[in-house]
């Protein structure tokens, strides 16, 4: 198995992930080309707690311009994972 922080990048901390919070579901930033195997095993092994679900989407880059050229984004991949009853990630 790969290293689980190459499959978890990173939490994301927006409005809409703080609002999920409420509800024990968590947003992060995953490798491209994981599945939601990998992605609880990683969520489980790097904060020691219970995944009950995984549900993955792959966002499309933006069209971004810089002078005269134009050029994308790369696309990149989030996923929303709920915990089980009585499990929390602690964000600092």
């Not at 939490?11 to 947003?27: F, V």
């Not at 696309?75 to 964000?91: N, P, Q, R, Y």
Request: charged residues 35%; positive net charge; aromatic residues 6%.
């Amino acid at each position: 198995m790969r290293d689980p922080h190459d499959i978890v990048k990173s939490l994301i901390r927006t409005e809409k992930g703080a609002d999920m919070m409420r509800q024990n579901k968590y947003l992060f930033w995953v490798g491209i080309h994981t599945n939601k195997i990998e992605i609880r095993k990683a969520v489980e092994e790097i904060y020691k707690v219970k995944v009950s679900c995984v549900n993955t989407m792959t966002v499309r880059g933006k069209l971004k311009r810089v002078r005269y050229k134009e050029g994308l984004t790369p696309d990149w991949k989030k996923a929303i994972v709920t915990l089980k009853e009585g499990s929390k990630i602690d964000v600092v």
